[in-house]
């Protein structure tokens, strides 16, 4: 069995000037698995993906696909990309377009199955310059598979999408994992990165904060959050409580976090006594980001 890693990053260094955009960072993307790159904007994302695609020669440090350096004309063969910012021609038809790439592979996916995967049955005689946002989405998808690569690069790949598109692409996204393929997935959209990525790496200050499943991004904040209606609380006497860490107040309800549930519930059901429909719960995903990215800049700062 091939341990080789579908992409594998060490060290990786670049600096505009004086800044440091990506700082000693290191990542790996294993044989099957979908990896979710986030990070806020200005976090390094660009110039790293324009990095592990070939793109661009990073500072410092070296990246692998299968074992190969990105820009060898082998390796480029082996990687199927999707940018956010690219622009199709639009003087072609959808099919001629596919074709056009298909013809750029050995052993291209069937047409057929292209336009299955893409969602674009019935649209291959359609002008690129008729199609609608998200319909283009979806050809540029086509043509990041159109060779059948064993690692993908999605960047914001469902920007105009409907329900209906996004509900296909994911499932399409599973299928091609099925099928052995990797990929490397930035979206905007937490909710897709929940429902389909095995690890997320959060990028922030040129390096990768934190790296796991979705389930242990959450986990790893710990605690809860308490969400209720008062109108006795106050702020100052909330973040008393023992085990409160952050008090929010919005659309008339009140939200807690802490690292003690039970005990900030007790005092909390205990001192005031207007307190009403009290919910408690995890941290969803994009809470625990938040929580993730803000130690980290309060930890420069200090």
């Excluded at 594998?8 to 260094?13: I, K, Q």
């Excluded at 990896?35 to 990095?51: V, W």
């Excluded at 820009?71 to 999707?82: D, F, H, K, S």
Aim: aromatic letters at 4%; charged letters at 20%.
């Amino acid at each position: 069995m091939n341990t080789t890693p579908a992409l594998s990053a060490a060290g990786l260094g670049m600096r505009y000037g004086s800044k440091h955009v990506l700082d000693g960072l290191d990542l790996e993307v294993r044989r099957g698995e979908i990896l979710a790159l986030l990070g806020a904007n200005g976090a390094g994302k660009t110039t790293l993906l324009s990095i592990l695609t070939g793109l661009r020669r990073p500072g410092a440090g070296q990246v692998r696909v299968f074992g190969q350096d990105p820009q060898e004309t082998a390796a480029r063969g082996l990687i199927g990309v999707m940018l956010q910012d690219c622009e199709l021609p639009p003087s072609l038809r959808v099919g001629e377009l596919i074709e056009l790439f298909r013809r750029l592979y050995a052993q291209p996916l069937p047409m057929d199955e292209i336009l299955r995967l893409a969602g674009l049955e019935g649209l291959q005689s359609r002008d690129v310059a008729k199609l609608s946002g998200g319909q283009k989405q979806r050809v540029k998808f086509a043509l990041a598979v159109a060779g059948d690569p064993p690692l993908l690069f999605l960047d914001e790949p469902t920007v105009a999408m409907d329900a209906e598109s996004r509900r296909r692409f994911l499932a399409a996204l599973r299928e091609r994992v099925a099928r052995g393929c990797s990929i490397v997935l930035t979206t905007h959209h937490l909710e897709e990165v929940d429902a389909v990525a095995d690890r997320i790496a959060v990028l922030h200050g040129g390096a990768i904060l934190s790296c796991g499943s979705p389930a242990q991004i959450k986990a790893s904040m710990g605690g809860k959050l308490l969400r209720f209606h008062s109108d006795a609380a106050t702020e100052g006497g909330l973040r008393s409580i023992p085990g409160v860490t952050q008090v929010a107040q919005g659309d008339g309800h009140w939200c807690v976090q802490t690292s003690q549930p039970e005990d900030s519930l007790r005092a909390l059901l205990g001192g005031i006594h207007d307190v009403r429909d009290i919910s408690v719960r995890a941290f969803g995903l994009e809470e625990a980001l938040s929580n993730l990215t803000a130690a980290a800049e309060q930890r420069v700062y200090q």
